[in-house]
């Protein structure tokens, strides 16, 4: 158990980014989930325009 004691205080523990390095897109990530977002709040519009209609018709 020393050995391994000993092995842990010289060895330092790599951080989580530095195992697995990554480039992060930022504003492609947002400019997709702005436009799933955006195609989402335009079909529950539809649906409620569609239902609103069938209930109200001119």
Do not use: K
């Amino acid at each position: 158990m020393a050995a391994v004691q000993d092995y842990r205080a010289q060895t330092p523990i790599p951080s989580y980014y530095q195992q697995y390095p990554q480039q992060t897109d930022l504003t492609g990530h947002f400019q997709r989930q702005t436009t799933r977002l955006m195609e989402h709040q335009n079909h529950v519009q539809d649906i409620w325009s569609q239902d609103y209609q069938a209930h109200h018709p001119p």
